[in-house]
T-cell receptor
Framework: TQLLEQSPQFLSIQEGENLTVYCNSSSVFSSLQWYRQEPGEGPVLLVTVVTGGEVKKLKRLTFQFGDARKDSSLHITAAQPGDTGLYLCAGVSAGGTSYGKLTFGQGTILTVHP | DAGVIQSPRHEVTEMGQEVTLRCKPISGHDYLFWYRQTMMRGLELLIYFNNNVPIDDSGMPEDRFSAKMPNASFSTLKIQPSEPRDSAVYFC????????????FGEGSWLTVV
């Protein structure tokens, strides 16, 4: 069974601070996705990283895929209250009957205080 | 375009009762997923369909759970009989075929079994 561990589980910071969320696994994934979920809604895809070592930027968010494709990080610069939410990483399986199957981490609840 | 539509949004039922959750995927999408989200276990894949055919139901917890997709625009997840430990948010999601295509989630059905 492929497992993804996210850390930290909870993060409470002040507006303007920087933060990093980590997603780690002992398994190799063909790609990794990051989602953001707001209360009362379903997760929404932010980004997909595919290549080991890949870095993608989405405004103030920077996503990195580890060289070995076992880990990833999400870095937010100058966090804003609108960034508050649950951040989920999900590993994408590539082989056999698990093709395209997503394995989700437990999530990181981020609260940004004004 | 309308997103993934789920009903009911909220349901409170008594232990032992049958629960039916409904989902209308995004038109044209050929993959449909049912997920369950709880604080303890996070987001878990229960079952997914491709072209209305169940592909992987290994996440279905037990025989009390069943899912059907009679046509491309409708799916149900049924729990019979329901138990308090089934209380969770159940998400339906859909996507187009093709590796790395975006999965779109519905807003979820909040189930409480008392």
């Amino acid at each position: 069974t492929q497992l993804l561990e996210q850390s930290p589980q909870f993060l409470s910071i002040q507006e303007g601070e920087n933060l990093t969320v980590y997603c780690n696994s002992s398994s190799v994934f063909s790609s990794l996705q990051w989602y953001r979920q707001e209360p009362g809604e379903g997760p929404v895809l932010l980004v997909t990283v595919v290549t080991g070592g890949e870095v993608k930027k989405l405004k103030r968010l920077t996503f990195q895929f580890g060289d070995a494709r076992k880990d990833s990080s999400l870095h937010i610069t100058a966090a804003q209250p609108g960034d508050t939410g649950l951040y989920l990483c999900a590993g994408v399986s590539a082989g056999g009957t698990s093709y395209g199957k997503l394995t989700f981490g437990q999530g990181t609840i981020l609260t940004v205080h004004p | 375009d309308a997103g993934v539509i789920q009903s009911p949004r909220h349901e409170v039922t008594e232990m032992g009762q049958e629960v039916t959750l409904r989902c209308k995927p995004i038109s044209g999408h050929d993959y449909l997923f049912w997920y369950r989200q709880t604080m303890m276990r996070g987001l878990e894949l229960l079952i997914y369909f491709n072209n209305n055919v169940p592909i992987d139901d290994s996440g279905m917890p037990e025989d009390r759970f069943s899912a059907k997709m009679p046509n491309a625009s409708f799916s149900t997840l049924k729990i019979q009989p329901s138990e308090p430990r089934d209380s969770a948010v159940y998400f339906c999601a859909s996507s187009l075929s093709g590796y790395l295509n975006t999965i779109y989630f519905g807003e979820g059905s909040w189930l409480t079994v008392v």
